[in-house]
């Protein structure tokens, strides 16, 4: 009978053990969930929940932060909050209190057109995250995409540590800063994956209607496999990188762009708001790789519309958007400019 008590006890005396164990650490994750949701809240936020542990009980609270944390951590267009900006306000965000979103895009995109060393103050902001990608997040030299995108994220930040997440966001699927998982094609990944983030709004047919003008859509079996092979052999990438692709690359994409048809553009000029984001698209050619070869962004000066774009030597410029559509649609060849493609930045 003592044997038979002994053993009885030593099951309990393990069970209590194991109770605590689970308790220590149930009550470790809550802390540390709780913790991160509350970074995470906005001041209204906290103020409402307070303290989460008090109001609900342990328990509950780890429930409510992970529902929270899931919900609000990948719900799209949603990313985790910047650390709080504490310091002076550099004049070039203080500017943009009050704009709306296209005025703030339109205000950046002169920023970086005219104003001297505003690169070297952009990669000041906030500090630099490192990644796995061969292209710097702030480049010396603006092409079309990279100056589209480092206007776009900074149009999004209300401060200077808000900018590097947005870039990222901008940039990199899911945020995910490598070289496989950059946006690289515009009507494959940057286009749908933007606008699936909730970043980017296609207005293409919005514009249209405004104007009364029909939009058109051409399509585009995009080879990625092919196109990372070909960059491989002209030294661009490394073999290493092109090894470590998964499925996603060798599966031919079909892509899709809306766009108003080039002989219809001065028809809704005046429809097009200011800040939009501006795509060139050519008709498809299995001979290239991509149907939209340009990007850049519609403003509005003294009541005209323009272009705003860097070229790829890093010139910036500003040309009359009616001009410069023309100019291109006479280029015919084989690859001819048939329309543009337009999308409003969301806040």
């Known amino acids: 009978m003592k044997a038979k008590k002994t053993k009885v006890r030593r099951k309990t005396l393990k069970s209590k053990a194991r109770r605590k164990s689970v308790s220590r650490t149930w009550r470790g994750l809550t802390s540390t969930v709780t913790s991160t949701v509350a970074s995470m809240m906005t001041p209204k936020m906290k103020k409402f929940f307070k303290d989460p542990r008090n109001v609900f009980g342990t328990a509950s609270a780890a429930l409510v932060a992970m529902v929270f944390a899931f919900?609000?951590?990948?719900?799209?267009?949603?990313?985790?909050?910047?650390?709080a900006f504490t310091g002076k306000m550099p004049a070039e965000f203080a500017k943009t209190m009050g704009m709306n979103m296209g005025d703030r895009v339109a205000h950046w995109t002169r920023a970086l057109a005219n104003t001297d060393g505003m690169r070297a103050k952009i990669m000041k902001y906030g500090t630099a995250p490192k990644i796995g990608d061969t292209a710097a997040l702030v480049p010396s030299k603006f092409d079309c995409t990279t100056f589209v995108e480092t206007v776009v994220a900074l149009s999004r930040s209300k401060n200077p540590n808000e900018f590097y997440p947005n870039l990222l966001a901008v940039r990199y699927k899911n945020s995910e800063p490598t070289f496989l998982t950059r946006n690289?094609?515009?009507?494959?990944?940057?286009?749908?994956n933007n606008m699936n983030a909730g970043i980017l709004r296609d207005i293409t047919a919005q514009v249209g209607r405004a104007a009364g003008v029909s939009y058109q859509t051409e399509g585009k079996e995009v080879h990625k496999a092919a196109w990372l092979n070909a960059q491989v052999k002209q030294g661009k990438v490394s073999r290493s990188i092109a090894s470590s692709t998964d499925k996603s690359w060798s599966q031919t994409t079909y892509a899709e762009v809306r766009y108003i048809p080039v002989a219809d553009v001065?028809?809704?000029?005046?429809?097009?708001?200011?800040?939009t984001v501006i795509n060139m698209v050519r008709?498809?050619?299995?001979?290239?790789?991509?149907?939209i070869t340009h990007q850049g962004f519609v403003v509005r000066v003294d009541g005209k519309v323009y272009l705003r774009h860097a070229l790829e030597g890093g010139a910036m410029k500003v040309v009359p958007l009616s001009d410069y559509i023309h100019s291109l649609a006479k280029q015919r060849g084989t690859w001819p400019l048939i329309g543009i493609n337009l999308n409003e930045v969301q806040g």
């Open 283 to 291: 008709k498809n050619n299995p001979k290239w790789p991509v149907i």
């Open 71 to 83: 919900h609000f951590g990948t719900s799209k267009g949603v990313s985790i909050q910047a650390p």
């Open 184 to 192: 690289h094609f515009p009507e494959a990944d940057w286009l749908p």
């Open 266 to 275: 001065d028809k809704v000029l005046n429809s097009i708001p200011n800040g």
